[in-house]
Nanobody, 126 residues
């Protein structure tokens, strides 16, 4: 069974940093699957945050996180990370990682991702 297992989220202060992790279980991520991060705040729709392609040579970021968030992968550990810095209260949301074969799709199209993690709550206190 193909699963994505996410690390716990957390609570940080305004301006703080947090790194989320996403691990492949039952399948190899590196070289095969692009991994994207989406988030959903309470009462709002899904928002594409970042994506990295299967070999780590291309990334995409949502406009609201550019310059603050970095997505990277560690092939040796079959994991992808989302490093978040200068966090703001409006970044508070449940964050999900999602996989699709090879290339990132448009971050506006979460339906094009096939396997999803269970989500991690991130809260940024003002």
């Amino acid at each position: 069974q193909l699963r994505l297992v996410q690390s716990e989220g957390g609570q940080v202060q305004d301006g703080g940093s947090l790194t989320l992790a996403c691990a492949g279980s039952g399948f190899i991520l590196a070289g095969y699957y692009a991994i994207a991060w989406f988030r959903q705040a309470l009462g709002k729709g899904q928002e594409g945050v970042a994506c990295i392609n299967s070999v780590g040579t291309a990334t995409q970021y949502g406009d609201s996180v550019k310059g603050r968030f970095t997505v990277f992968r560690d092939g040796s550990e079959n994991m992808v990370y989302l490093q978040m810095s200068n966090l703001k209260p409006e970044d508070s949301a449940t964050y999900f990682c999602a996989a699709r074969h090879d290339r990132c799709s448009d971050l506006l199209r979460p339906s094009e991702y096939d396997v999803w993690g269970h989500g991690a709550q991130v809260t940024v206190a003002s």
